[in-house]
């Protein structure tokens, strides 16, 4: 245990070190900073009574939605960048040859490197995500209804994802890792939208799109059910409920929990195909 | 009950102690390459031994095979008197790979810390500053690594391969990057690791290093085993080179009572056993004189690890030429 609390710590220390905490903090002010004024320009919409109170709930619930999946943007792409460098990385550069020498499974060091990602993507999502919800409260005054399910599921997507991009570095370069762990993430985003409008025309292989995806990579699905906690579940009737299937940054539906275990299934996985991989790879 | 218990302790305390490194039947295969072919070599407690081989002989890939970073087809290996499967067997083990690179974000205070921490053992401050001191980096202990010239970090690396009071200690090129003020401390370094009984495993280009250095050689040719043995053993034996006039029938018994000999002209070659003592040559030469030979000139004639390493890898390359024709 003291081996994985040790190398999760080093890839923490590694992350601020690189300076990755520095430039995710700059992006987080700055996207807190145009969220903040955006807000306020709804706030002074709907002051002139140009908005009514349903829309303006309904105008909070996308825009913070759509800032959340800025930072789950962010989150991915710091994480799954990190995972390459610090796995991949290390075992092309060399670094991690004495490391590996000493008297400590690979697994294990698989593990610590996997926690200390952990750590660093969730706890971004989790304390930038707070502090997103609470910028809307002080200039729209909407607060969601579900805040701690919504930032969970936001940490869960960002824990998939790097768990994607662990499995991935065991066994390409560090650059390809990244590259391939975003390029999936985004395209089952994408998948999720084409399914969401497929369902909107009530075309159901078009819609098994987004379900296969949603299947094969977990991410989109989570993120659906985080924005499912974030958003007024008043805000959909003004859609219909058809509607806003097709909206990207609205969710229909809540998160099932079975869908939730298929996710920690997932994790679990991939994280021990990430292990078998990482424990014959030779150095 | 007790007595039995003691007699099964001393039992095992006046067992022989296992050596550092034995490994039996390493095969790997990397594709359609065979990398490394039915390698068996052992490193006693203590005990300095050098790898050496051209390159791509398999050298580093047994190294790596010992330390369980690659994993053998085909073999066994014990670290320590331990299956080197389990981790727990490198707890004592220190490493210097070929490829040294260390965080570079790290100092090295930092860099010996976390190692420490993963080898389990309890080192003292005091005790990773004298390493550092060691391998003469005391003045940069606090400096990132990121500045770092490939020879600090080479030096880095052996004060890492040192900080764990190894019991066995790998050395894969420790000089590759050294200046030769570097290497002399490398060299002092394992004169003095082996005086405290930790045997070292050499892996080195520089065949003077290995000479100087090395209880025995291993070497490796095409990922075989090619020749391993004492230097005096592998060097075979001594020969000594007599420059002689007017030899009576009694001073070339003589001659042949020391060993083997050859004569071209005045010039008679002597080869001496390898055991033999420190007086002989002298005494052989006094006898000699007073046997009534006339003695020009005695030159010692060894052939260097240089020579011999040369002749080893010629001989396998005009065995395996010979085999394919």
């Known amino acids: 245990m003291s081996t994985v609390l040790t190398v999760a710590q080093l890839t923490l220390r590694e992350a601020s070190r690189r300076r990755v905490l520095l430039a995710l903090l700059t992006l987080t002010v700055l996207l807190l900073a145009l969220s903040g004024w955006g807000f306020s320009r709804v706030a002074a919409e709907s002051g002139g009574s140009a908005l009514t109170s349903g829309e303006t709930r309904l105008t909070a619930s996308i825009l913070l939605n759509l800032v959340m999946f800025g930072f789950s943007l962010i989150a991915a792409l710091g994480t799954a960048c990190l995972a390459g460098p610090t796995l991949a990385g290390e075992t092309e550069s060399g670094i991690a040859l004495s490391v590996l020498a000493r008297p400590i499974r690979r697994s294990t060091f698989l593990l610590g490197k996997w926690l200390g990602l952990v750590v660093f993507g969730a706890g971004f999502v989790v304390l930038a995500g707070l502090a997103q919800c609470l910028v809307v409260r002080a200039t729209v005054d909407y607060w969601p209804p579900q805040p701690g399910r919504a930032l969970a599921l936001l940490a869960a997507q960002t824990v998939v994802l790097l768990t994607l991009a662990v499995l991935l570095s065991t066994a390409v370069s560090p650059m390809a890792s990244g590259v391939v762990a975003v390029g999936l993430f985004g395209t089952t985003w994408v998948a999720g939208v084409v399914g969401g409008i497929g369902a909107s025309l009530g075309n159901s292989s078009v819609e098994r799109v987004g379900e296969v995806s949603r299947f094969l990579l977990p991410t989109d699905g989570l993120w659906r059910g985080a924005m499912n906690a974030f958003q007024d579940p008043t805000a959909l009737s003004l859609f219909g409920d058809e509607g806003g299937e097709a909206f990207p940054f609205l969710s229909t539906a809540p998160l099932t929990t079975s869908y939730l275990a298929w996710a920690v299934l997932w994790v679990a996985m991939v994280w021990a195909l990430a292990a078998a991989s990482f424990v014959r790879k030779d150095l | ?325």
């Not at chain 2, 039947?25 to 005990?47: F, I, M, N």
């Open chain 2, 1 to 325: 009950m007790s007595a039995t218990r003691e007699q099964a302790a001393r039992l095992v305390t006046e067992l022989p102690p296992t050596p550092a490194v034995w490994c039996s039947g390493l095969h790997k295969q990397y594709g359609r390459r065979t990398a490394v072919e039915d390698v068996s070599l052992e490193v006693g407690r203590g005990e300095v031994v050098g790898l050496l081989g051209p390159n791509g002989a398999g050298k580093t890939s047994v190294i790596k095979m010992l330390l369980g970073l690659v994993r053998p087809d085909a073999g066994e290996v014990l670290l320590l008197g331990q299956p080197a499967r389990e981790p727990a067997a490198r707890v004592r083990v220190g490493y210097l790979p070929e490829l040294f690179r260390y965080q570079p974000w790290l100092s090295p205070t930092e860099v010996l810390a976390l190692h420490v921490r993963l080898s389990g053992l309890d080192v003292s401050e005091q005790e990773r500053r004298d390493v550092l001191a060691l391998v003469g980096l005391a003045e940069r202990a606090r400096d990132r690594l990121g500045g770092f010239s490939k020879g600090m970090q080479q030096r880095l690396g052996l004060a890492v391969a040192l900080v764990a009071r190894p019991e066995l200690v790998v050395l894969d090129e420790p000089t590759s990057a050294l200046d030769p003020l570097g290497r002399v401390d490398v060299r002092d370094i394992v004169l003095s690791l082996r005086e405290r009984g930790v045997a070292v495993l050499l892996n080195s280009h520089l065949i003077g290093e290995v000479e100087r250095v090395c209880d025995r050689v291993v070497i490796l040719d095409r990922g075989r085993v090619a020749a391993s043995g004492t230097l005096g053993e592998l060097l075979g034996q001594r020969e000594l080179r007599l420059h002689l006039t007017d030899v009576p029938a009694g001073a070339r018994e003589r001659l042949a009572a020391s060993g083997t000999v050859e004569q071209e002209g005045e010039w008679f070659t002597v080869a001496l056993p390898a055991d033999e003592v420190a007086s002989s040559v002298p005494d052989l030469v006094a006898d000699l004189v007073s046997l009534g030979a006339r003695v020009h000139a005695v030159e010692p004639g060894r052939i260097s690890l240089e020579e011999r390493l040369l002749g080893i890898l010629r001989a396998g390359a005009d065995e395996r030429a010979g085999g394919a024709a």
